[in-house]
């Protein structure tokens, strides 16, 4: 057997031969030493391995249904899941479709009615055809008199929405102002349709029991005429008046309208009798949010109507 430090063939023959005579660098490594040298040294990782070779066998994977620290981390991961889920769940079911949570609840609507009082009922010349000779005579029938502005986006809606405000105002008109099932009092679901939820009480008290006291009169949301005394003379409403809009915050559009109605009625006691003209002029204020906006709703901030000829001391909250 070789020596440590011998070549695999054995010493040589001579070692003390060498050029300097010194054993310790006297051997000659040839071909065969070379190639024999990786078989007889370990590697740096194969040194290391047998240097940490555990002393006793593994230890056996856990038996089944044993909790180990990889599955205890899912379990972890998992609840973190289903906490933040919940809590998205709870954040966006706080308030129903259709309100803002943020936003402040609408106000109570603010209305006023001044009766006007003529010297004489305003009868027209010819009794088929009541608009001639008056100012309604320049008005466009019906809906035609509501005409909307010119729309453009503003500092925080665009002008879709601001589309969607003014249309809006037009169908709540064009419902409290001109459908004869409103005005006979056989109907008022299409202008409370049009109402944000958070009104609708103060609406169905106007409208159940009315009162003058600047809340609570039913023609402070819509036009109706008292069936006992008035009936419409025909099918013509003359309208004239203007819409005009302006953004009151970063998510409130707000609308102002002012228009002239007039109607032809005739006493409900005598149909037959030639018509007379009732004037009504409304000024709305109309609020939409962007929830209002999507569901074609509107706060209605204050409301002042003037309308004649009415008895100066009869009470107009339910009806003119």
């Not at 078989?39 to 990782?45: H, N, P, T």
Request: charged share 20%.
């Amino acid at each position: 057997m070789n020596r440590p430090g011998q070549p695999p063939d054995g010493p040589p023959d001579n070692p003390g031969d060498g050029p300097s005579g010194d054993d310790d660098y006297g051997y000659v490594f040839d071909d065969s030493f070379v190639r024999a040298a990786p078989i007889q040294e370990f590697s740096a990782s194969e040194r290391t391995a047998t240097e940490h070779a555990p002393a006793v066998r593994d230890r056996p994977p856990p038996a089944a249904g044993r909790t180990g620290p990889r599955l205890t981390r899912q379990v972890l991961i998992l609840a973190a899941l289903l906490t933040v889920a919940f809590l998205v769940a709870v954040y966006l079911g706080v308030s129903p479709p259709g309100q803002t949570q943020a936003g402040p609840p609408p106000r109570p609507a603010r209305m006023s009615l001044v009766p006007l009082v003529p010297p004489q009922a305003v009868r027209p010349t010819d009794p088929d055809r009541p608009f001639d000779a008056t100012p309604a005579a320049q008005y466009a029938t019906g809906a035609a008199g509501i005409n909307l502005p010119g729309a453009h986006a503003t500092a925080h809606f665009d002008e879709a929405q601001v589309i969607a405000a003014l249309s809006t105002a037009k169908e709540y008109l064009v419902h409290s102002s001109l459908s004869p099932e409103v005005l006979a009092g056989r109907e008022e679901r299409s202008v409370r349709l049009l109402v944000d939820p958070a009104q609708a009480d103060q609406f169905d008290a106007a409208l159940r029991r009315p009162a003058a006291d600047g809340l609570h009169a039913a023609t402070g949301w819509l036009v109706r005429l008292d069936p006992r005394h008035a009936v419409l003379a025909g099918p013509d409403i003359r309208v004239q008046g203007v819409l005009e809009y302006t953004e009151t915050g970063p998510g409130t559009l707000e609308v102002t309208t002012d228009h002239t109605f007039v109607y032809a009625v005739r006493p409900a006691a005598d149909p037959g009798s030639d018509p007379s003209l009732l004037v009504v002029r409304r000024a709305l204020r109309l609020s939409f949010d962007r929830d209002a906006l999507r569901a074609r709703q509107l706060e209605l901030l204050s409301s002042r109507t003037q309308a004649g000829p009415l008895p100066c001391g009869e009470p107009a909250a339910a009806h003119l």
